[in-house]
């Protein structure tokens, strides 16, 4: 039995809290909230736990081995250091720290204390995304050319992080686990209209080794709720849309480039070619949906117990920090593009 604190019962943390419960081999044993209301909605829905409004309670149990944390954005580095430091294992909601200098101390802490440090990128446990990343492996959709990504929605509107870093660590994270890679530069612009210096829209270019181009939109201003990827290969296309019953598509659509040759062609002659469009079938895949949220869950307790390394560790994290480091920067300077410094 792994028992585990939630640090943090707001937004996100009931939904940590109700799979957490549910797992057999998991208890959650303390939630810390300093909001009364908060606390109130644990004691109401999970009578069996404790609750408290000092974070330190949960740190000082020696009967907690793992800590959850689902706290606003800029306190994140904070109580994953305290928890690490206290011999505790974490799982952190995205993104880990706010700037790749915290991140790195989060890592080696967790490395030098042999705990595992796991960060909230809950899209890689997504069914679709992990079929989606098969069949790119598989080469089902050839070279991969670009791929663009828009994640839109009216609200929840931050006052602490602006839209990049709240909405696209998602994004960053699967193009990273699509791609097998990370980014050597960014660029990013983006406009506040809400809130002075808060971007609520911004518009971010990856580039990937080996030519492969992204794009990521990201906004909580915006009148329809849209989680949707495009992917363009040289055999194939696919959408993936995570609001859509539908959650795949493939299309067998695509541009061939056929060399002509004659046996009166000139060797020096490089401008004899055909471009053929090809436009076949459409797949839609099976996809049985398991929700993220669990097998994120599942994932951390099951690497605690058989000491593994979770697929979304620190260093993953601090790969997504590293990105969204170089795109502010990028920001602050009209869209200059930034090489990004693993």
């Not at 996100?12 to 606390?39: C, F, H, M, Y």
């Not at 109401?44 to 740190?59: A, C, G, L, S, V």
């Not at 446990?125 to 670009?146: F, H, P, T, W």
């Amino acid at each position: 039995m792994v028992n585990v604190g939630l640090i943090g019962c707001g937004y996100w943390g009931p939904n940590l809290l109700r799979n957490l419960n549910q797992l057999e081999n998991t208890r959650v044993i303390k939630v810390a909230d300093l909001r009364k209301e908060r606390r109130d909605y644990v004691h109401r829905n999970y009578p069996q736990i404790q609750t408290t409004k000092n974070h330190e309670e949960i740190m000082e149990d020696p009967d907690i081995q793992a800590v959850a944390i689902a706290t606003e954005a800029r306190s994140h580095y904070t109580f994953v250091k305290s928890a690490l430091e206290k011999d505790k294992h974490v799982l952190v909601e995205k993104p880990m720290a706010m700037n790749s200098k915290e991140g790195q101390k989060l890592v080696d802490l967790a490395e030098d204390a042999k705990k595992v440090l796991m960060v909230g990128h809950t899209f890689i446990y997504n069914s679709a995304v992990r079929a989606l990343k098969r069949y790119i492996q598989g080469g089902e959709v050839g070279d991969v050319y670009y791929i663009y990504a828009q994640r839109l929605n009216l609200g929840r509107v931050r006052e602490d992080i602006n839209a990049m870093w709240n909405l696209a660590p998602h994004d960053i994270s699967i193009l990273n686990y699509l791609l097998d890679a990370e980014p050597v530069s960014v660029s990013a612009k983006g406009v506040s209209y809400i809130q002075e210096g808060i971007e609520d829209v911004v518009f971010m270019t990856l580039t990937y080794p080996h030519k492969v181009t992204a794009h990521i939109h990201v906004s909580w201003l915006d009148p329809s709720k849209v989680r949707r990827y495009t992917v363009v290969g040289s055999k194939k296309m696919i959408i993936y849309d995570d609001v859509s019953d539908a959650k795949l598509q493939i299309y067998d659509k695509g541009i061939t480039k056929k060399t002509i040759t004659t046996a009166f062609d000139q060797a020096d002659d490089f401008g004899k070619f055909q471009l053929i469009q090809r436009a076949g079938d459409i797949l839609i895949p099976q996809i049985k949906y398991i929700e993220p949220l669990r097998t994120e869950c599942i994932h951390f307790v099951e690497c605690i117990k058989k000491g593994d390394k979770p697929i979304t560790d620190g260093r993953n994290g601090l790969a997504v920090i590293h990105v969204l480091e170089a795109a502010g920067v990028s920001l602050c300077s009209s869209g200059r593009e930034i090489t990004i410094k693993p």
